[in-house]
């Protein structure tokens, strides 16, 4: 069946230091890709997404290209800084019917000043 | 707009009790899911409803779980009787349908002593 692998964390930066979370995942076909963040207290929201191989989706200096060679989605940003704080979910999401998302365990991002 | 409303927040009962959860999705939102995080791990689906229709229950532990959305509109998750390894947040997610992103309540966390 369809699966995603993350990282573990906790992963601990200091602002404005470079960030990468690894996720790899294991499907029939060709799904989409998701990363979801979790802040301190409040529910999932979507971050960023690619429907396609070679896609990159981008949002609030976040991004992900989704590489079929690989099957991997990595999560990166640039320069963090503490409100990134939060953990992070990679999921997919099979093609048949309706959505249905299949998520990795987590990887808490801990950004110190 | 209004987001997905789960309540209570937090529930403490013991193994062998019952429990009730509820959700409102946002308004319009035609798809709905529930979704178990147990502590360390990903969330995990265990039903998802089109309108008042349930399209995937493959996960739910018939035995002990149950769900309802009348009128195509809130919804309930009922467990009876609990169990140890029932403790976890269960999640709410609504959507219009199709490839649209998904929208998740706070949840619930259930501690079953």
């Known amino acids: 069946g369809n699966s995603v692998t993350q990282m573990e964390g906790p992963v601990t930066l200091s602002e404005e230091a470079f960030l990468t979370i690894n996720c790899t995942y294991t499907?029939?076909?060709?799904?989409?890709l998701f990363w979801y963040v979790q802040y301190p207290g409040e529910g999932l929201q979507l971050l960023l997404k690619?429907?396609?191989?070679?896609d990159k989706g981008s949002n609030k200096g976040f991004e992900a290209t989704y590489r079929k060679e690989t099957t991997s989605f990595h999560l990166e940003k640039g320069s963090v800084q503490v409100s990134d704080s939060a953990v992070y979910f990679c999921?997919?999401?099979?093609?048949?019917?309706?959505?249905?998302?299949?998520f990795g365990t987590g990887t808490r991002l801990l950004v110190s000043p | 707009e209004a987001g997905v409303a789960q309540s209570p927040r937090y529930k403490i009962i013991e193994k062998r009790q019952s429990v009730a959860f509820w959700c409102n999705p946002i308004?319009?939102?035609?798809?709905l899911y529930w979704y178990q995080q147990i502590l360390g791990q990903g969330p995990k689906l265990l039903i998802q409803?089109?309108?008042?229709?349930?399209?995937?229950d493959s996960q739910l532990p018939k035995d002990r779980f149950s769900a309802e959305r009348l009128k195509g509109v809130d919804s309930t998750l009922k467990i009876q009787p609990a169990k140890l390894e029932d403790s976890a947040v269960y999640l709410c997610?609504?959507?219009?349908?199709?490839?649209?992103?998904?929208?998740f309540g706070s949840g619930t966390q259930l501690s079953v002593l």
């Open positions: 690619a429907t396609k191989a070679d």
């Open positions: 997610a609504s959507t219009f349908g199709g490839r649209e992103k998904l929208f």
């Open positions: 409803f089109q309108n008042n229709g349930v399209v995937d």
């Open positions: 308004s319009g939102h035609a798809t």
């Open positions: 999921a997919l999401s099979d093609l048949t019917g309706f959505q249905k998302l299949v």
């Open positions: 499907a029939t076909g060709y799904p989409s």
